[in-house]
């Protein structure tokens, strides 16, 4: 089935190539440099390259609405295809292009430069959400504005154990059954997994098998047949929309009896466009409001949508810009504080911006935003949605530090 999502050829090659060479917006010496890295070629571009694009369109926002105190930010922008060596050589370049930030992408990249960041005192604020990212006594320089993977897998799987599991018929008699569906080579897709079958285990799950589908799969069928001899009640998806819209199709084209929850790059707009009846009731975890809701600062994700990409129908454009506008409100914000305190550098963005947010709010439907010394967690809460007539609709606010106080303080920390 083919994607009814699908970007001119056109657009394509003129977002690939503003990437290939950087897009500098402006060319005065007061300028603050900070490097970008996207994949709108590779593995993950189904979620990429509208990221992409919120990306440079949050970043003129930014421009226009007064820099860095009055210092423009001159963004390097560039497609690494999902490619951890390229993503390596992109660093070395921004290092030598003299930015002191870094918007990244994929978690096999960003875990790879880690100990590279920790050392160079980098902020390197990625669109991975692994939970390894989040204990600063390891990886004090990677921060994002968003919900980790882990935190969210938590939350899903416990929010269907709170709102389905009573109402089936074998509630009761035994013990409810959840395999896990993803890519096994990709560190983004297994990043949650020691956490979710963790939280299967303290609910009572009877845990399955594994099933490896891959990134870029337009079939699955074995492995939802795999699914049905286990006799799965549950399926979390690890994988991003693309693939989990083809196993969420065959699984329905099987009759697999099971529900489907899914990891936030695997949960958008895209996914009941691709899958139609099959994406009824999934549920997902999603780590802001979608796309033009009615929410603080949404008009402007809109407007600069409209503004610098009208090739791009609204209509078709995915919460994965909304994340982008996070991370990048994030980074201003510290970014200001750091520069107000006389050290916009890698250590000031980090101790006198980030770690002195208590609370921050960027609106876009992200939780109030807290960084510590200690803890780079923003929440402990975890809104659940499930596909209801193709639109989101909340099932459940899942409150993990409030039901597990003891295990959020002293176990989950960073796994």
């Known amino acids: 089935m083919k994607a009814k999502y699908i970007w001119s050829k056109r657009l394509i090659l003129f977002v690939v190539a503003l990437m290939a060479f950087g897009i500098p917006f402006s060319a005065t010496a007061a300028m603050i440099r900070v490097g970008a890295l996207n994949d709108t070629t590779g593995a993950t571009s189904d979620v990429g390259k509208d990221y992409a694009l919120g990306i440079a369109e949050a970043i003129r926002y930014v421009n226009d609405n007064g820099g860095i105190n009055g210092k423009k930010i001159k963004l390097y922008q560039f497609d690494y295809g999902y490619r951890i060596p390229e993503a390596l050589t992109k660093y070395k370049l921004f290092k030598r292009l003299k930015c002191i930030a870094v918007l990244g992408w994929g978690t096999g990249d960003t875990e790879a430069l880690s100990p590279t960041i920790t050392k160079d005192k980098m902020p390197y604020v990625s669109a991975s959400y692994s939970a390894h990212l989040t204990d600063p006594r390891k990886t004090p320089y990677n921060l994002f504005a968003a919900v980790d993977y882990s935190t969210n897998a938590r939350a899903a799987i416990t929010a269907w154990y709170d709102k389905r599991w009573p109402k089936h018929k074998d509630y009761g008699k035994r013990k409810p059954r959840f395999v896990c569906s993803y890519h096994f080579a990709h560190p983004y897709c297994s990043a949650p997994i020691k956490a979710i079958k963790d939280q299967a285990k303290i609910l009572g799950f009877e845990i399955g098998p594994d099933q490896n589908v891959a990134l870029t799969a337009i079939d699955a069928k074995s492995q939802v047949l795999a699914m049905k001899d286990f006799g799965a009640d549950l399926v979390w998806h690890g994988n991003t929309t693309m693939s989990v819209s083809a196993t969420v199709r065959d699984a329905y084209a099987l009759g697999l009896d099971a529900d489907h929850i899914v990891n936030n790059w695997g949960f958008d707009e895209n996914l009941p466009r691709l899958a139609g009846k099959a994406a009824e009731g999934v549920m997902g975890a999603a780590v802001c409001e979608f796309f033009g809701n009615d929410v603080p600062n949404m008009d402007k994700v809109v407007e600069y949508a409209k503004k610098y990409n009208p090739g791009v129908p609204l209509e078709k ?46 609106g876009l439907g992200v939780p109030p935003l807290t960084y510590t010394s200690t803890d780079h967690r923003i929440s402990g809460k975890v809104p659940i949605y499930e596909v209801k007539g193709g639109k989101f609709k909340v099932v459940e606010i899942v409150d993990l530090k409030g039901r597990w106080p003891d295990k959020w303080e002293k176990e989950w920390l960073g796994w």
Request: without cysteine; glycine residues 10%; aromatic residues 10%.
């Open 317 to 362: 454009r995915l919460i994965r810009t909304v994340q982008a506008w996070a991370n990048v409100l994030a980074l201003w914000e510290a970014m200001k504080r750091a520069d107000k305190a006389g050290a916009l550098n890698g250590e000031g963005i980090l101790k006198k911006g980030f770690e002195t947010f208590r609370g921050f709010d960027i």
